[in-house]
């Protein structure tokens, strides 16, 4: 019997000037866009652990402002087919300045040093087609009407 499970994933939604924050990464010899956050673990909340995320990814505090999506559909694992992935994306807020290098071209990273970078994409010209993920893609397109 194989075993089935699932995965909770939390990731904020950081918004300044009208832009939101992304990461690209390079995994398992993928090279993927998404939000920053990553994996609740055993005993964690969902706002404790994407504190805990901005906190590894970005050495940045934050505050959650809001809760703005939970996944609402089926979603198995990109790297386990027999894992369901469930998302929660919250609008966070950087309680002092990113300070993280900022890229301004996809995947402008060092794979030899480095397989992550951070990037602006405004939210005037978002669009699912900037991200790898299902989920992520359509986060993307609710945040077209983000005010």
């Known amino acids: 019997m ?7 994933r939390v990731y904020g939604l950081l918004i300044q000037n009208n832009a939101v924050l992304v990461s690209d990464e390079h995994i398992k010899a993928m090279h993927i866009t998404k939000f920053p956050g990553g994996g609740v673990e055993f005993g964690e909340g969902t706002i404790d652990a994407l504190k805990r995320e901005f906190i590894e990814e970005l050495s940045l505090k934050t505050e959650v402002v809001s809760h703005f999506y939970t996944t609402d559909f089926f979603v198995a694992s990109a790297f386990d087919e027999n894992t ?20 301004t071209a996809p995947y402008d990273y060092k794979l030899d040093n480095n397989t992550q970078a951070f990037r602006w994409i405004p939210l005037s010209s978002i669009s699912e087609n900037d991200f790898t993920f299902v989920i992520d893609k359509k986060v993307g397109e609710m945040l077209k009407s983000f005010k």
């Open 2 to 8: 194989i075993n089935k499970r699932f995965t909770v």
């Open 84 to 103: 369901q992935v469930i998302s929660l994306y919250y609008i966070v807020k950087a309680l002092e300045p990113v300070s993280v290098p900022i890229s």
